[in-house]
T-cell receptor, first 108, second 109 residues
């Protein structure tokens, strides 16, 4: 089992560009989550999906959209990137929350 | 969502037992208490989860008093590799969990 995988690992965007962060899990979990972590801070929940076909806002959803494509995949989209979205993004799955390795995003 | 309060940092020496206490005064009836460990440049790793009394696994113990307004993570005989940030979370295990700032544990030789 690969667990939770995320792509890409690193990304640099210019202000206003868009991109989609991909997340997939092979553990047959119902719940999936997207967090962001700024330097020296704890993780903040952006969006979560309790099951396939459902999504809900977390603590900091503004500027992001999500898609729960199927049970395995949960993507996070930045429509118009801003420097304030420079962060490390983590995807997680299940109630105990197994985390992926993270995507380090820089917006210039 | 219940808010948690943890010490910002703790220092210990190899071989000692480390206890990290977390306060969660407004914990709800359905909430579980979960602890995670995070190393630099990695995602958090699940350590232990409990609802009440005591839970033990191969790496840690979790002590929860009867009123559930606090919890203590106990790490027996820490080593240098246990240096990390430790997060206490409180929430419904099937929905969203909110991370606080965490406790930086430094283990010295």
């Amino acid at each position: 089992n690969a667990g939770v995988t995320q792509t890409p690992k690193f990304q640099v965007l210019k202000t206003g560009q868009s991109m989609t962060l991909q997340c997939a899990q092979d553990m047959n979990h119902n719940s999936m989550y997207w967090y962001r972590q700024d330097p020296g801070m704890g993780l903040r929940l952006i969006y979560y999906s309790a099951s396939e076909g459902t999504t809900d806002k977390g603590e900091v959803p503004n500027g992001y959209n999500v898609s729960r494509l199927n049970k395995r995949e949960f993507s996070l989209r930045l429509e118009s990137a801003a420097p304030s979205q420079t962060s490390v993004y983590f995807c997680a799955s299940s109630g105990e929350q197994y985390f992926g390795p993270g995507t380090r995003l820089t917006v210039t | 969502l219940a808010k948690t309060t943890q010490p910002i940092s703790m220092d210990s020496y190899e071989g000692q037992e480390v206890n990290i206490t977390c306060s969660h005064n407004n914990i709800a009836t359905n909430d579980y208490i979960t602890w995670y460990q995070q190393f630099p440049s990695q995602g958090p790793r699940f350590i232990i989860q409990g609802y009440k009394t005591k839970v033990t696994n191969e790496v840690a113990s979790l002590f929860i008093p009867a009123d559930r307004k606090s919890s203590t993570l106990s790490l027996p005989r820490v080593s240098l590799s246990d240096t990390a940030v430790y997060y206490c979370l409180v929430g419904d295990m099937w929905n969203k969990l909110v991370f606080g700032a965490g406790t930086i544990l430094r283990v010295k030789s």
